[in-house]
T-cell receptor
Framework: QQQVKQSPQSLIVQKGGIPIINCAYE??????FPWYQQFPGKGPALLIA?????SEKKEGRFTISFNKSAKQFSLHIMDSQPGDSATYFC????????????FGSGTQLTVLP | NAGVTQTPKFQVLKTGQSMTLQCAQD?????MYWYRQDPGMGLRLIYY???????DKGEVPNGYNVSRLNKREFSLRLESAAPSQTSVYFC???????????????FGPGTRLLVL
C-alpha cells in the first residue's frame, strides 16, 4: 500500500527552468513532510521539509508548497542547474516511537546544460 | 564524525546463502532503520529500532532479521537469500530534535546486493 504517491517518475528540464515534483498522501496523521535528494551511488540526504501548518517554505532555490485540504505537496526548484540532477523523494511521517518515514517512489531529474 | 557507515559496499550471493549487513552510526542517535531501494519503488522500510533493545517490522520484513547490537550498531541478516532480495540496502539513523516533529534521518552510502 503506497501511502505517498509521487509524480512524475522522471523529468528533464533546461538549465534555468523550474521543475516541479508533486506528491499526494492519504494518511491524515502525517505531520512532517521532508524531501530527500539522492545522487547516484549515494544515500539520500535531507533537502528541505515542511509542517502542515505552513503553506510554503523556501530554502535557497528550493520551495515546498503544501495544500493540507487536498493532501498534496510539491517541490519547486528555481533556476535549476545541472548540479541539481538527482533523484528526489518526497516523504511523510506521523506519530510513532521512531517516526518512520513513508517515501514516494522518486523522481529522476535531469537538468540539461 | 563518519555519520552512518555500512559494510560491505557490494556483495554477490548465491540463492540460499546467508549474510549479514552491518551498520554503525556515531551520532548517538536512538533510532535506526533498514530500507531497501528498488527501481520505481522508492525506499521501503524493512525493520526499524526506535531505541536500543527494541526492533519492529516495517513494510517489507519477510526474509530478513535484525539485531540492535548496541546504540551504535544495527545489523540486517538474510538467512536464505533469494533473487527477489537483489536490491540496494540503506541504513539510516535519526533523533527527534527538541521534541518537535522534526526528525531528520541520516543515511549511509548503501550496500548493493546481487543474489544469483
Amino acid at each position: 500500500q503506497q501511502q505517498v504517491k509521487q509524480s512524475p517518475q522522471s523529468l528533464i528540464v533546461q538549465k534555468g527552468g523550474i521543475p516541479i515534483i508533486n506528491c499526494a498522501y492519504e494518511n491524515t496523521a502525517f505531520d512532517y513532510f521532508p524531501w530527500y535528494q539522492q545522487f547516484p551511488g549515494k544515500g539520500p540526504a535531507l533537502l528541505i521539509a515542511i509542517r502542515p501548518d505552513v503553506s510554503e517554505k523556501k530554502e535557497g532555490r528550493f520551495t515546498i508548497s503544501f495544500n493540507k485540504s487536498a493532501k498534496q505537496f510539491s517541490l519547486h526548484i528555481m533556476d535549476s542547474q545541472p548540479g541539481d540532477s538527482a533523484t528526489y523523494f518526497c516523504a511523510a511521517t506521523g506519530s510513532g516511537s521512531a517516526r518512520q518515514l513513508t517515501f514516494g517512489s522518486g523522481t529522476q531529474l535531469t537538468v540539461l546544460p | 564524525n563518519a555519520g552512518v557507515t555500512q559494510t560491505p559496499k557490494f556483495q554477490v550471493l548465491k540463492t540460499g546463502q546467508s549474510m549479514t549487513l552491518q551498520c554503525a552510526q556515531d551520532m548517538n542517535h536512538n533510532s535506526m532503520y533498514w530500507y531497501r531501494q528498488d527501481p520505481g519503488m522508492g525506499l521501503r522500510l524493512i525493520y526499524y529500532s526506535a531505541s536500543e533493545g527494541t526492533t519492529d517490522k516495517g513494510e517489507v520484513p519477510n526474509g530478513y532479521n535484525v539485531s540492535r547490537l548496541n546504540k551504535r550498531e544495527f545489523s540486517l541478516r538474510l538467512e536464505s537469500a533469494a533473487p527477489s532480495q537483489t536490491s540496494v540496502y540503506f541504513c539510516a539513523s535519526s533523533e527527534r530534535e527538541g521534541g518537535s516533529q522534526r526528525q531528520t534521518q541520516y543515511f549511509g552510502p548503501g550496500t548493493r546486493l546481487l543474489v544469483l
